[in-house]
């Protein structure tokens, strides 16, 4: 079975700071993937170089068997992206960047349909500004769903969500996991991390200190608890360099 992505060395300097070194993971199809670290670990590094939004210095990544500087527009067709951070027109509502989004791709899924799942249906008159923090993040989501695509990249995708709302998020991507999606994901909740994904990467200073499932990374460490095993690997009271 084939890959789904697929990263082998890739390396990313920025001047003197290394900020991914010889970082190498797979992703199979149907998988949950994370990847995570603190704040100026590289996992925005690593995620923009697989996507190829970021040149890398070095090494190699396949998405879907594509090259992703080389095939972007044919990828694209076939990937969904949410980044926690979006900017989008102050005037647009919701049905009308859902309805802009579906109309870059040549087999969209129904929007109408993405909104009732995520429970935001009666918010498409809405002017995206008028969203509250949560809202606004389920629309991303739903926004990186409209391709109808094999994989999806989601970062911190329940940042702003109650406990409830995490819930019911968790349950709709577990569904579409069991449809054939994959998933590539980055958190900071331990618990999320637990519930969804296969394996994870843990990444500190640029480089990987894990690699393996859930119960793997607590066997490897000296704690019982996940959020603990995490905590070790990454020593995150360890100031580091910030969005890298």
Not at 107 to 120: C, S, W, Y
Not at 145 to 172: C, H, M, Q, S, Y
Not at 232 to 242: G, H, I, K, R
Request: with cysteine; proline share 3%; glycine share 8%.
């Amino acid at each position: 079975m084939q890959e789904v992505i697929r990263v082998e060395r890739l390396t990313k300097s920025y001047g003197r700071l290394l900020a991914a070194n010889n970082i190498s993971f797979s992703v199979m199809p149907g998988m949950v993937f994370g990847l995570l670290g603190a704040n100026g670990a590289g996992k925005s590094t690593v995620i923009e170089c697989v996507l190829g939004t970021k040149r890398m210095d070095g090494g190699q990544v396949s998405i879907l068997g594509m090259n992703p500087l080389a095939h972007r527009k044919k990828l694209f067709e076939k990937v969904g992206v949410q980044f926690q951070e979006s900017n989008y027109q102050d005037q647009i509502t919701v049905a009308e960047l859902c309805k802009v989004t579906a109309s870059l791709y040549q087999r969209p899924a129904d929007p109408n349909e993405l909104l009732k799942r995520f429970g935001i249906a009666g918010k498409q008159k809405n002017l995206v500004r008028e969203l509250s923090g949560g809202q606004r993040q389920r629309l991303f989501i739903v926004l990186a769903l409209i391709p109808d695509p094999k994989a999806v990249f989601l970062d911190e995708l329940t940042t702003g969500l109650d406990a409830k709302a995490r819930r019911e998020v968790w349950n709709i991507l577990s569904g579409l996991k069991k449809k054939g999606l994959t998933i590539f994901l980055t958190s900071h909740f331990m618990d999320e991390v637990e519930a969804l994904c296969d394996q994870v990467c843990i990444l500190k200073k640029g480089e990987i200190v894990f690699y393996g499932t859930v119960p793997q990374a607590i066997k490897g460490s000296p704690c019982s608890k996940f959020e603990d095993a995490y905590l070790w690997y990454t020593s995150e009271e360890e100031q580091a360099d910030e969005n890298v």
